[in-house]
């Protein structure tokens, strides 16, 4: 069973207040990291999909960063803003799985005015 | 582009029915479709993958009899819940991929299925 975990579970920050969240995942046998993010109601959508140790990946105030030799992740968000507010999900593929992702639990965002 | 629908976004049926939920990539032809559910506080668990055209392949614990899934062409697949009981209510969602999309999944909405 592949461990993945993110932290924290629930974020609540205020309008204009950067943020981060962490997603650990085994370090052998990497393939690929998704991001999703998952608005109330409306499907995840995917962010990010990162597969090189070191990557670096940007869209507009959201980024995030890959370490895969020690196993983690980093998604941060410049500026929060209300309409960030959603789940952030993390997603681990292994080599020899082909396409299955596995899921952390997330972290749910809140920001406010 | 790359929109997923899911029909219907909720059910409430009584035990022992069955409840039929379709997934359709509307604007891509997906060459892989995934079903996932969700319980309470917990994360989305893969219960199975479906190429068009041939059987699904479960994950371990998930019953293929229990769970049927049929995706007879390149843009539908359904998930069929065959005697519904209340430990089946939860939260189910499915995906597609598409061709060079490495491996980027497009999601569903979800159906929220409640069994009385």
């Known amino acids: 069973i592949l461990n993945v975990e993110q932290s924290p579970q629930s974020l609540h920050v205020q309008e204009g207040d950067s943020t981060n969240f962490t997603c650990s995942f085994p370090s052998s046998n990497f393939y690929a990291l998704h991001w999703y993010r998952w608005e109330t109601a409306k499907s995840p959508e995917a962010l990010f999909v990162m597969t090189l140790n070191g990557d670096e990946k940007k869209k507009g105030r959201i980024s995030a960063t890959l370490n895969t030799k020690e196993g983690y992740s980093y998604l941060y968000i410049k500026g929060s803003q209300p309409e960030d507010s959603a789940t952030y999900l993390c997603a681990f593929i292994n080599t020899g799985t082909a396409s299955k992702l596995t899921f952390g639990t997330g972290t749910r965002l809140q920001v406010t005015l | 582009g790359a929109v997923v629908s899911q029909h219907p976004s909720w059910v409430i049926c009584k035990s022992g029915t069955s409840v039929k939920i379709e997934c359709r990539s509307l604007d891509f032809q997906a060459t892989t479709m995934f079903w996932y559910r969700q319980f309470p506080k917990q994360s989305l668990m893969l219960m199975a993958t479906s190429n068009e055209g041939s059987k699904a392949t479960y994950e371990q ?35 597609a991929t598409r061709v060079l999309s490495y491996n980027e999944q497009f999601f569903g909405p979800g159906t929220r299925l409640t069994v009385l």
Do not use: M, Q, R
């Open chain 2, 61 to 95: 614990g998930v019953e293929k009899d229990k769970f049927l899934i049929n995706h007879a062409s390149l843009t539908l697949s359904t998930l069929t819940v065959t005697s519904a009981h209340p430990e089946d209510s939860s939260f189910y969602i499915c995906s």
